[in-house]
């Protein structure tokens, strides 16, 4: 027993060479061997790289398909102009979807505050920035009610936003009572309203400030998610929540800020959404929560949390319009447009797991 | 010891449901040694632990560092106060890189107007320091700072979790388990850098099934039986067989260990 004990001594006796061992870094010989590992493993480190191959590749295939009426700018932009609302949608849902939850309210909080708006600055008249002012902290509300749900009473995600998703689109209904606010109206007494649907043309293209307000949504939140240490604990949270809170970070409250964020960016949508649909439609938008996580999905977010890149699910709601353009213009029934965002969903998917492998 | 312990824990009682983890626990931790914490499976190791980094939160009971009562509602005022811990599971993100994780709830931002208003990391102060640590620990073996945790073995993991904790732990550091998943020569390099942050006056808390290196390192060995302390053992006095004796039930210690 002593000879363990000797303070004299470092160490066991079967630990003597140490001092001898190697010091240089290690250095591999070829890993991968095939070249689908290789695409593997690129994948893994950069996950955004398979919506822009896809991205890229069905602009290719439609552009060859449909021709020039697909691949002029004005379709181009137009594009880019159907897809904006669901991509503001999309950026709010990829906040939630990377803590490891889901947001089936969305689209109901947007269009709630479309109608809040609206109801203030066309039938109360209360000056417009106001109105908006009032709808940007509605939002950022709504998403702290869901955010205090899922953290401290403690229910699941998908649970907690399909009661609010209830909530907030009958409370839509009541307070519109069922009416649309019609366009003329809003242009005689709040313009402001309607702002982001003002169209650039530029060479045939016809950009509106709504497709720019969707990219600056994506960008800033992506550099929030990125180079602020707020972003890689939204991260941390998504990817292992108890590791998160023994490493130091306040779960909670960050938790509490992206559902509020999350609530604040579906206000923003609700502001363009005016300016893109003319009126104020309480039963606009339905469909607009599944169309927001199908974006994130096929833009490769991971559904468990912790992975993707925001950016990929502006690409996702990128390749939902360009497939259903493309197959428009080709002449392909709705139906069939349908079929086919069916199958990307179920293929991105199968993508995410694939890749995940690799760490397995 | 005449010193007054910088971590005393007196009377800890933790319960999960009908189980009780920890029943009426004494703990005390002094200047500049080492502590090892040794005991059964089950025997309320990790949950004392956990008690005293805030972690979880006892029934009953105080603690006190340095002679002030405490009572950290998370792991974050523990951290706050000095106490760094490396958990069993090691509390890793895995898919954020090596960087990433040794500074969260931490990051260095960039000076001026970006690091202020714009909240922008100083990644590449980050991987500098990040880079030093690791390689003071020997992880030789980890060709980039950048790596996901996820694509590390389990010991490169370890050794980056026991690298947080000697980085920024400025009171004490408890380590659970640190050479659980090691090899040996990374193993070594723990137990030096245990050795190397106590001669910087630093405490630490060593939990350890491993009783060579307990019996190495280790100033004195807290023995926790049942929920409770069971006793107080010099390892220059006793012997391996004794410790597993005692904490096993096979023998009772002496009344002297039982009051210290």
């Known amino acids: 027993m002593s000879d363990t004990t000797d303070p004299g001594r470092k160490g066991q006796d079967y630990e003597q060479d140490l001092d001898k061992s190697d010091v240089s870094v290690a250095e591999f010989k070829y890993l991968h061997n095939s070249p689908l590992d290789r695409i593997q493993h690129a994948l893994h480190g950069n996950p955004t790289l398979v919506p822009v191959i896809v991205l890229v590749a069905a602009i290719g295939v439609f552009g060859l398909i449909a021709g020039d009426r697909f ?4 379709n181009l932009s137009l594009i880019l102009q159907q897809v904006s609302i669901i991509g503001i949608l999309a950026a709010a849902q990829s906040l939630i979807i990377i803590t490891a939850g889901i947001d089936l309210s969305v689209a109901a909080i947007m269009v709630l505050m479309a109608v809040v708006a609206g109801n203030l600055a066309v039938y109360a008249g209360v000056p417009a920035p106001i109105a908006l002012l009032v709808a940007f902290a509605g939002g950022t509300g709504c998403g702290i009610m869901n955010g205090l749900l899922v953290t401290k009473v403690k229910l699941p995600p998908f649970i907690t936003t399909l009661g609010t998703w209830s909530i907030f689109y009958a409370l839509n209904l009541w307070l519109s009572g069922a009416q649309s606010i019609r366009s ?5 007494e709040a313009p402001l309203l309607k702002f982001w649907g003002i169209a650039l043309e530029v060479g045939g293209a016809r950009v509106t400030l709504g497709s720019l307000l969707m990219v600056a949504v994506f960008l800033v939140l992506w550099y929030m998610l990125n180079k602020t240490a707020w972003g890689r604990h939204v991260y941390a949270i998504g990817d292992d929540k108890e590791a ?14 992206v559902y509020g964020l999350a609530g604040l960016v579906c206000a923003v949508a609700a502001w363009a959404s005016i300016g893109r649909v003319g009126s104020i439609s309480p039963q606009a938008f339905y469909e607009g929560n599944l169309q927001s996580i199908t974006a994130v999905v096929i833009g490769g977010i991971s559904l468990f949390g912790g992975r993707g890149s925001i950016l ?3 690409f996702g709601a990128l390749i939902v319009g360009v497939f259903q353009s493309g197959l428009r213009l080709a002449g392909v029934d709705v139906l069939w447009q349908v079929f086919a965002i069916g199958w990307l969903i179920i293929l991105a998917v199968a993508i995410d797991q694939w890749i995940r492998k690799v760490s397995a | 010891m005449t010193q007054a312990p910088i971590l005393k824990a007196r009377g800890l009682v933790k319960r999960y449901g009908r189980v009780t983890a920890l029943d009426n626990a004494d703990f005390d931790l002094y200047p500049g040694e080492i502590l090892a914490v040794i005991g059964d499976n089950g025997a309320g ?12 939160q006892v029934d009953d009971g105080k603690i ?6 405490i009572n950290f509602s998370s792991p974050l005022e523990a951290r706050d106060a000095g106490i760094e811990t490396v958990y069993q599971t090691l509390a890793l993100s895995p898919a954020l890189s090596i960087t990433d994780n040794m500074f969260v709830g931490r990051e260095i931002r960039k000076p001026g107007v970006l690091g202020s208003v714009f909240k922008m990391l100083d990644h590449k102060a980050m991987e ?9 620990l020997g992880l030789m073996t980890i060709q980039s700072i950048n790596q996901a945790v996820e694509t590390l073995s389990g010991g490169q993991r370890q050794g980056v979790a026991v690298a947080r904790a000697a980085a920024f732990g400025s009171k004490v550091i408890i380590l659970d388990e640190p050479t659980a998943a090691l090899g040996v020569k990374e193993s070594r390099k723990v137990l030096e850098l245990i050795q190397d942050v106590r001669s910087r006056g630093i405490p630490i808390v060593l939990i350890s099934h491993n009783m060579p290196h307990v019996f190495e390192v280790a100033d004195r060995i807290h023995v926790h039986r ?18 597993v004796a005692y904490m096993t039930g096979a023998k009772t210690p002496p009344e002297a260990a039982v009051a210290a």
Do not use: Y
């Open chain 1, 71 to 74: 691949f002029s700018a004005f």
């Open chain 1, 184 to 188: 003329q109206d809003i242009d005689a």
């Open chain 1, 244 to 257: 998160a809170e023994l490493a130091g970070i306040r779960t909670d409250r960050t938790l509490l800020s």
């Open chain 1, 312 to 314: 990929g699910a502006l």
């Open chain 2, 45 to 56: 190791k990790s949950s004392l632990i956990k008690a005293i980094s805030g972690a979880v």
């Open chain 2, 64 to 69: 006190e560092l340095e002679g002030k009562p």
């Open chain 2, 128 to 136: 500098k320091f990040a880079r030093d640590r690791l390689s003071e």
């Open chain 2, 226 to 243: 049942l929920g409770k302390r069971l006793c107080v053992i010099d390892p220059k006095e006793n012997s391996m067989s004794d410790a």
